[in-house]
C-alpha cells in the first residue's frame, strides 16, 4: 500500500518558520512530481509549492521568496521550508505525489493525510 505520510505542522506565531516533511513509502518505480498544497476553511485547495524529478520548482506568487521545497530522491522524501510565516498562511498542508507504481502501469495522483499549521498574529 502506497503512503504518503506527512510531518512537522504546528502553532507558530507570526514572522516564525517551520518545516514540512513527507515520506512516501510503499512499492513505486518513480516519482515524477511532488509537492505542497493547502486548503484554509471555507476555501478550495490550492498549489502551494511543487518541484519535479529533474529539480525545477513552481510556487505560488503568495509564497514566492519565503517558502524552498526541495526533495531527497534517495529517500523518496518532499520539504517545505516555510519562513516568515504570515496568518494567511494558517491552512492544512497536504503533501502530493504523481508517480508510477511500476514501470508499465500510468502515472497517478496521490495525497497524505494533511498536517495543519497555524499562524498566529
Known amino acids: 500500500q502506497l503512503q504518503l505520510e ?17 515520506a512516501a513509502s510503499g512499492r513505486m ?4 512530481v511532488m509537492g505542497w498544497y493547502r486548503q ?15 529539480g525545477s520548482t513552481n ?11 526541495s526533495r531527497d530522491n534517495a529517500k523518496n522524501t518532499v520539504y517545505l521550508q516555510m519562513n516568515s510565516l504570515k496568518p494567511e498562511d494558517t491552512a492544512v498542508y497536504y503533501c502530493n505525489a504523481v508517480l508510477r507504481r511500476n ?3 500510468y502515472e497517478r495522483n496521490y495525497w497524505g493525510q ?3 499549521v497555524t499562524v498566529s498574529s
Open 59 to 69: 510556487y505560488a506568487e503568495s509564497v514566492k521568496g519565503r517558502f524552498g521545497i
Open 6 to 22: 506527512e510531518s512537522g505542522g504546528g502553532l507558530v506565531q507570526a514572522g516564525e518558520s517551520l518545516r514540512l516533511s513527507c
Open 103 to 105: 514501470y508499465d502501469s
Open 40 to 54: 484554509a476553511p471555507g476555501k478550495q485547495r490550492e498549489l502551494v509549492a511543487v518541484i519535479f524529478s529533474g
Open 29 to 32: 518505480f518513480s516519482i515524477n
Open 114 to 116: 494533511g498536517t495543519q
